[in-house]
């Protein structure tokens, strides 16, 4: 099964950290990072798309991707 989560957050050192997770977990960067401004909470969002491939699981929409 393949997997695919876009994982966001503002600007600072916790979703630096949440990106570095995904990656000791298995998950592989797709594409670039995305940056941009947040006018409601007036602030800079970053966002990243991550992939992992997982063997002999079958995709169910219940599942937790932040498990894998």
Sequence with gaps: ????????????????????????????????PVYGFDAEARSMRCGQAVIKEVEGIEYDPSIKLGAY
């Design 1 to 32: 099964m393949k997997l695919y989560r876009l994982i966001t957050g503002p600007d600072d050192a916790t979703f630096c950290h949440r990106v570095t997770e995904a990656l000791n977990k298995g998950w592989q960067l797709q594409g670039s």
